[in-house]
């Protein structure tokens, strides 16, 4: 059985968080080895508090992603209404767009 798009956008979401953290960590590192100007020093405190954000944002869109694949199993003919609303609202501007052009 294949995973829910919810957990798949979760998990793809965390691959690309951990991606950035790895990197901003890798920056830090290479920014505090010589913080010997304030600018130095300054970049250095942005990209730790940038890791500190990304963790922030990877574990708070993990609860957001399990909150609503709850919301999806709890109440499956709302999300459904939702879903074919969007749907709707998509075909008629690709249509009004085609027109207008």
Excluded: C, F, W, Y
């Amino acid at each position: 059985m294949s995973k829910s798009p919810v957990k798949r956008m979760s998990e793809d979401a965390s691959d690309v968080i951990d991606d950035v953290v790895h990197n901003l960590k890798q920056m830090a590192t290479h920014l505090g080895e010589d913080t010997g100007d304030k600018l130095s020093q300054t970049a250095a405190a942005l990209a730790h508090s940038a890791v500190e954000l990304a963790e922030e944002a990877k574990t708070r869109s993990k609860d957001l992603a399990k909150k609503a694949g709850e919301e999806v199993r709890e109440h499956p003919v709302a999300t459904a209404a939702i879903a074919a609303a969007a749907v709707a609202l998509i075909g008629l501007a690709v249509a009004r767009r085609k027109r207008d052009a």
